[in-house]
């Protein structure tokens, strides 16, 4: 599985961005996929994952209200938008795929086997 990620960039306060996780090698089928973060000295984050299969969603308390997980079958690319952005989102955001799926260890990024590479979003007037 190889996963090409996109869509950071510099935002103001409350604003919006759009990241883009394109996958290749396996389809949205196979790969549940999960979107992670971390900012300088702390330990990487999970904020959302849509699943195999159903495209079920999940999202933590962190993106909860404000980020939204979609995929797109046909591009096999799933997507996560972040509205409302603060200075706390200020971090290196990754995308992630698992090819099993257990909801006891969605959020745990150790259990991914494939991620790709991060980019960076900082929120700052």
């Known amino acids: 599985v190889q996963l090409q990620a996109s869509g950071g960039g510099l935002v103001q306060p409350g604003g919006s961005l759009r990241h883009s996780c394109d996958a290749s090698g396996f389809t949205l089928d196979y790969l549940s996929i999960g979107w992670f973060r971390q900012a300088p000295g702390k330990e990487r984050e999970g904020l959302s994952l849509?699943?195999?299969?159903?495209?079920?969603?999940y999202y933590t308390e962190s993106a909860k209200g404000r980020f939204t997980i979609s995929r797109d079958a046909a591009q096999n690319t799933v997507y996560l938008q972040m509205n409302s952005l603060k200075p706390e989102d200020t971090a290196v955001y990754y995308c992630?795929?698992?090819?099993?799926?257990?909801?006891?260890?969605?959020?745990?990024?150790?259990?991914?086997?494939?991620w790709g590479q991060g980019t960076q979003v900082t929120v700052s007037s």
């Open positions: 992630a795929a698992d090819r099993n799926f257990d909801p006891r260890t969605r959020y745990n990024w150790k259990v991914y086997n494939d």
């Open positions: 849509i699943t195999k299969n159903s495209g079920g969603t």
